[in-house]
């Protein structure tokens, strides 16, 4: 899944949920289900989302909603293999990426 984000310090829950096309509520959600998601909490109480909790997002997004995970079994294949499954995450984003790039030069041809 490639996300249309600017290079941020700091995402919202709404550019996030913008971006994954999910309602802010299912982040909040799984704000509170993933241990790996530490957003910061700003003044007013808002949660503010580093790159890395995106990263762990769409890796949360992708067990869940792509590939039909349970929450609990993500919580274990996150444990198990987080490493191991950032590693083919990427790659197959960044070949995503690839793809996308390549199919915008041939349309333009």
Do not use: C
Request: charged share 35%.
């Amino acid at each position: 899944m490639h996300l249309d984000l600017p290079e941020k310090r700091y995402y919202s829950i709404g550019e996030l949920a913008k971006a994954f096309d999910v309602n802010a509520s299912l982040i909040r959600f799984w704000d509170k289900e993933f241990d790996v998601l530490k957003p910061k909490k700003n003044a007013k109480g808002n949660r503010m989302f580093t790159p890395e909790d995106v990263k762990n997002l769409q890796l949360i997004y992708h067990l869940v909603k792509e590939r039909g995970f349970t929450l609990e079994g993500a919580k274990v294949h996150l444990k198990e293999g987080k490493k191991k499954s950032m590693d083919k995450f990427e790659i197959i984003s960044k070949l995503e990426a690839i793809k996308a790039t390549l199919l915008n030069l041939k349309n333009e041809l």
